[in-house]
């Protein structure tokens, strides 16, 4: 039978053949019967010896004579001797080395403890470090999303630019074509329409008629489009009145007084309440009979004002009084004076267009001016 071993003598492993040892080894069938069995032979021969002997060092052994016995006996105990004193030594050096080993691990674990802390400041360091650019780059982040959505509000806003800038094109474009249709119009024909609905003077739809709250906006409304047509007659023919300024706000027209700085505004605000309401249409009247005045001295007038023009005269044109006063017979004056109102500003217009030369004079009916100009006479008082 035959095992590996390593020899306890020199060291070396070795297969271990007990055949030749006239042992009976071969009937074991475990470790332990393999080695009571070799341990009953070693009794029997007289001697001690470790089983993990190689064949070189046993084989010495058995074959020894009685006679020589006890000296391979003293050798052995020799060798054992000596063994046990380089394995005291191997164990006094391993002592040594392993006391050194300690001290060097001591150390070695201190020097590990001292950069495994280190290594944990630096990482706890490192990781603050980094929750901090995380959170830069979170505000980067939100920043980018701020800037892009900011980006398409104005890449929006460029596009609605732009789509009103072709608007604008358009819109300049339908300007310039209408201006080239306008260029052989007048804007006082254009603008400004009167007309007369029998008793009533009418100026673009605003009918003077009975001052009561229902028709308060008509009245309102068309004192605004007077004051505005008078103010544009005034510019063209370069007139700064002394005393007055007109000021066009629609239906909240008003005149200034220079001197006293005194505001008299066009609007009648309660049928009831006429007096400030008065006291702005003499002013208004004032304004006009001056600019009357200017356009005869500088040469204007291109019409005889004898037939054409109604005259005024403080408060009243061709005697009819432009306030408005209580009674039936009064409020027929102050609608035959709003008539004759209209019909200066009708002649004013037809100085323009005579001035201009422009064949827009056709549309002025010269025959509705004399009509409502003149002062009724008992004759044909009914029919105005």
């Known amino acids: 039978m035959s095992k590996i071993h390593r020899c306890m003598d020199c060291g070396k492993e070795f297969m271990l053949d007990y055949s030749g040892l006239g042992i009976d080894l071969d009937g074991c069938k475990t470790q332990e019967e393999f080695d009571n069995k070799l341990l009953e032979y070693n009794k029997k021969l007289g001697i001690s010896f470790p089983i993990n002997i190689c064949s070189n060092c046993l084989k010495p052994l058995v074959n020894l004579k009685d006679s020589s016995l006890n000296n391979k006996k003293e050798e052995i105990i020799n060798v054992e001797e000596t063994r046990k004193k380089h394995i005291s030594k191997l164990k006094e050096k391993f002592s040594k080395e392993e006391e050194e080993l300690k001290k060097y691990s ?37 920043n980018e999303y701020n800037l892009c959505d900011e980006f398409r509000n104005l890449e929006s806003n460029v596009y609605e630019v732009e789509k009103e800038l072709s608007k604008s094109n358009d819109i300049k474009l339908d300007y310039e074509n209408k201006i080239k249709s306008f260029s052989n119009t007048n804007i006082f024909t254009e603008i400004f329409q009167i007309s007369f609905n029998g008793k009533f003077g009418v100026i673009n739809g605003c009918k003077f008629c009975e001052p009561n709250n229902n028709n308060l906006d008509y009245i ?147 025959i509705d001016i004399i009509n409502n100009s003149k002062p009724p006479n008992k004759a044909n008082e009914s029919k105005v």
Not at 245 to 257: A, F, R
Request: aromatic share 10%; hydrophobic share 35%.
């Open 106 to 142: 001591s150390e070695e674990e201190e020097k590990k403890k001292k950069e495994l802390e280190d290594i944990k400041n630096t990482v706890e360091k490192n990781e603050e470090h980094l929750k901090k650019l995380l959170k830069e780059i979170e505000n980067i982040e939100q």
């Open 220 to 366: 309102n409304g068309g004192w605004g489009y007077i004051i505005l047509l008078t103010k544009l007659l005034a510019i063209k023919y370069k007139f700064d009145s002394v005393k007055y300024d007109l000021v066009p706000l629609g239906n909240y027209s008003k005149i200034t007084e220079k001197e006293k700085k005194l505001d008299y505004e066009l609007i009648l605000y309660d049928a009831k309440l006429k007096e400030k309401f008065n006291t702005a249409m003499v002013a208004y009247l004032g304004f006009l009979e001056e600019f009357l005045n200017y356009l005869y001295k500088e040469g204007k007038i291109k019409v005889n004002s004898e037939d054409y023009c109604p005259k005024i005269t403080g408060d009243k044109i061709n005697n009819k009084s432009i306030r408005i006063e209580n009674g039936k017979d009064k409020l027929e004056d102050w609608y035959q004076c709003m008539k004759f109102l209209l019909t200066i500003l009708k002649y004013l217009i037809l100085q323009v267009l005579i001035d201009e030369n422009n064949a827009f004079t056709e549309n002025i009916d010269n």
